[in-house]
């Protein structure tokens, strides 16, 4: 349960190129507003823009999918300031309310109903650059534009592990498991662990078997290829990256928080239902 009568302002980040987003965003809003919220709307696109909004704000409503999500955690880290998600996308593992039910759940999370669901997120830090990203899902090193296969040297906790012959490496957490990993035949593991994936994308005589690696494990990949790679965070912010350059990853301290009214325990039932009823 969350402390009854603490949600007084609410922030509603929205996906601008999905339909009828803004639309639902802002009656939302004025919804809220009717309730006496204070509530503010803007596009999760702007990241800029939207973290001088955040100040004050006791939740936020991401309306879109799970890629919304994606972009409104990178936008309230460090604050640790709960996500609520509404569904206009496709799949939305990580969403939990419908549109049409949300007017009604959003009135319950106001009452004070509703847990938290705490998510491990990526820090990945480029040392040529000393450019430093935080993914929800996962940070992939990989070739660029060209469809050759790079060499990807893998260092644990500073002893060197091995070298990949691969189109990419991906590093995931729990919550990324579902998504490139799993397209990439990796394992699914329980949303709230804190462990870390490590999976080879379609490597050339090394294996293709993903290990799953200790949350306290820094992992430092080296790049070597004779054309631009890339550094990319939850498939959405990327970097360029030369031969030779490092990347450093690793479990940050502070986590994402999802406000969540299903039950505990819902995890697997959904995955299933969300795979179009297969069993995996």
């Not at 302002?9 to 802002?26: D, N, W």
């Not at 430093?132 to 992939?140: C, G, I, K, Q, S």
């Not at 534009?145 to 012959?165: A, E, H, P, Q």
């Amino acid at each position: 349960m969350i402390d009854c009568g603490t949600v007084k302002r609410i922030g509603i980040l929205y996906h601008p190129k999905v339909e009828k987003t803004e639309r639902f965003a802002r009656d939302l809003m004025n919804f809220l507003r009717s309730k006496d919220i204070q509530c503010w709307v803007h596009s999760s696109w702007d990241e800029g823009a939207a973290k001088d909004m955040l100040g004050g704000s006791d939740l936020i409503v991401s309306v879109g999918g799970d890629g919304t999500i994606l972009r409104v955690a990178r936008i309230i880290f460090p604050l640790g300031i709960p996500i609520v998600g509404i569904n206009f996308g496709n799949l939305g593992f990580m969403t939990e309310l419908e549109a049409g039910e949300a007017k009604d759940k959003l009135e319950l999370i106001i009452k004070g109903e509703g847990w938290i669901d705490e998510r491990a997120m990526l820090q990945a830090r480029v040392i040529s650059s000393g450019h430093v990203f935080h993914a929800l899902n996962d940070v992939v090193v990989g070739r660029g534009k060209f469809l050759r296969l790079i060499n990807i040297d893998v260092s644990l906790d500073g002893d060197f592990f091995t070298t990949y012959r691969a189109d990419a490496v991906i590093i995931s957490t729990a919550t990324g498991s579902t998504g490139y990993v799993l397209a990439a035949n990796g394992p699914v593991i329980y949303p709230e662990s804190r462990d870390i994936i490590l999976k080879a994308v379609c490597p050339h005589l090394t294996t293709d078997k993903a290990i799953v690696v200790s949350p306290l494990t820094k992992i430092r990949l080296k790049v070597f290829t004779n054309h631009d790679a890339i550094v990319s965070m939850d498939g959405q912010v990327e970097e360029t990256l030369q031969d030779g350059t490092d990347i450093e990853v690793s479990i940050t301290e502070v986590t994402t928080k999802f406000l969540r009214l299903r039950n505990k325990n819902s995890f697997y039932s959904t995955l299933t239902a969300k795979l179009n009823r297969k069993s995996i």
